[in-house]
């Protein structure tokens, strides 16, 4: 079993930064490939950004490519979603997932959930 945790969502306005991070515990953190997806209600969850294990290889969804940027501290057991040049079009709930193998964006792929955390992006 592996716990993940999220934090660091928040209210900003258009062309600001956040920076949500994802907290894992239980199994070995380095074991897994993690990815964050996002969902507005409504809307199906989407892709958003994964991360092999060691962090070598890294997938971007086509609408954030070159504005976020995922990374991993695996003495952390964290992995982060750097976002910058936001738009009102990025708002939703952001969860990040855990995969045994490099699932990139195929939701199903995924093994693990965390709750979300809300990133609002004003204009």
């Known amino acids: 079993q592996v716990q993940l945790v999220e934090s660091g969502g928040g209210l900003v306005q258009a062309g600001g930064s956040l920076a949500p991070s994802c907290a894992a515990s239980?199994?070995?953190?380095?074991?897994?490939?993690m990815g964050w997806f996002r969902q507005t209600p409504g809307k199906e969850r989407e892709f958003v950004a994964a991360t092999s294990r060691s962090g070598g290889n890294k997938y971007y969804a086509h609408s954030v490519k070159g504005r976020f940027t995922i990374s991993r501290d695996n003495a952390k057991n964290t992995v982060y979603l750097q976002m910058n040049s936001l738009k009102p079009e990025d708002t939703a709930v952001y969860y990040c997932?855990?995969?045994?193998?490099?699932?990139?964006?195929?939701?199903?792929?995924?093994?693990?959930w965390g709750q979300g955390t809300q990133v609002t992006v004003s204009s």
């Open positions: 239980g199994r070995t953190f380095s074991s897994f490939a």
């Open positions: 997932a855990a995969s045994f193998l490099f699932s990139a964006s195929l939701e199903s792929g995924y093994n693990y």
